[in-house]
């Protein structure tokens, strides 16, 4: 089992930038993939960005390709998510999602079925 605690959500302007941390307790973090994922008011929960066992390979979702980066440090047991150029269109509760993995190298899902482990999630606001 793993637990996750979000943190590093606020309020923001278009063009700003955030950064948030998702810090894990129990057993093998560097066992799991860790995903970020977000939902807006009235829409699905969707995947922002992933992140395999080391480390090694990130995906992201278009919407937020070249401007979030996802990363990791085991040794802290921390996943990370810094966001920049923040829009307006970003504005969710943000969620970080733990999937165990046989073996590294094995891309994060972007399907949130395949996660067991869920933070309780952390409110980013973007304002034009």
């Known amino acids: 089992q793993v637990q996750l605690v979000e943190s590093g959500g606020g309020l923001a302007q278009a063009g700003d930038s955030l950064r948030l941390s998702c810090v894990a307790s129990?057993?093998?973090?560097?066992?799991?993939?860790i995903a970020w994922f977000r939902q807006a008011p009235g829409k699905e929960r969707e995947f922002v960005a992933g992140i395999t066992r080391s480390g090694g390979i990130s995906t992201y979702a278009d919407s937020v390709k070249g401007r979030f980066d996802c990363s990791r440090d085991n040794a802290k047991n921390t996943l990370y998510l810094q966001m920049d150029i923040l829009k307006p269109e970003d504005t969710a509760v943000y969620y970080c999602a733990a999937d165990f993995v046989v073996a590294d190298g094995i891309y994060a899902s972007r399907s949130s079925g395949r996660y067991d482990h869920w933070g309780q999630g952390t409110q980013v606001t973007v304002s034009s």
């Open positions: 129990g057993r093998s973090f560097s066992n799991y993939n």
